[in-house]
């Protein structure tokens, strides 16, 4: 009787190594990088995660580039919650510490996405990550601290694989799309 509750233990434990080994070397976070024309000759590259608070509050992070028909490029962080979850001070700018200390912060850049006749969402802010994207290292976790208006910094976490897809969108170059009418009919 014992000897056959040992088999049975080894064959779960067996079980149980060979779920871990079929999972080892995917990675489920990293999203698709999505490619979009906006207008003739100026390309957006992006990426979109899920970020969680240290309140369990959600946050879409898009990291974007983007390149215009000049040529000159943008890379930013838009980072946006659900309304009423936190008004972000747009005077302050982000934050950004990796797990070894070092300390990065990127300028408030919501003024690309907002018009002077719309009025700023609270819940929504834009940074300018460009000057930062070669100092991030992909392997080290980063914590953003988001600066708010009237209480404490919105704490988000964001892994490695996080950090590695927003340089994959840092490094896209544009590709000039072109359609042969001819070939389409």
Same mark, same amino acid.
């Given at each position: 009787m014992i000897f056959g509750k040992s088999i049975q233990t080894i064959s779960i434990g067996l079980a149980i190594c060979f779920c871990l080994l079929i999972g080892l070397g995917q990675n489920p976070t990293i999203a698709a990088i999505r490619e979009l024309e906006e207008a003739p000759g100026q390309m957006v590259y992006q990426s979109r995660q899920t970020l969680t608070d240290q309140h369990g509050n959600n946050w879409q992070a898009i990291a974007f580039k983007r390149i215009s028909p000049d040529n000159q490029t943008s890379f930013d962080l838009r980072l946006v919650s659900f309304p009423g979850v936190a008004k972000i001070d747009r005077s302050?700018?982000?934050t950004l510490t990796d797990s070894l200390g070092k300390t990065l912060t990127a300028t408030e850049a919501s003024s690309d996405i907002f018009t002077e006749s719309a009025v700023?969402?609270?819940? @929504? $802010?834009? !940074?300018?990550?460009?000057?930062?994207?070669?100092q991030l290292q992909a392997e080290i976790p980063?914590?953003?601290s988001l600066p708010t208006i009237g209480g404490?910094?919105?704490?988000l976490s964001v892994p490695p694989s996080f950090?590695?897809?927003?340089?994959? @969108? $840092?490094? !896209?170059?544009?590709?000039?799309?072109?359609h042969n009418r001819a070939e389409e009919n």
């Open positions: 302050q700018p982000l700023p969402e609270p819940n @929504v $802010g834009q !940074y300018d990550l460009q000057p930062l994207l070669p980063l914590k953003l404490e910094p919105v704490s950090v590695e897809e927003w340089q994959a @969108v $840092g490094s !896209y170059k544009y590709h000039k799309i072109t």
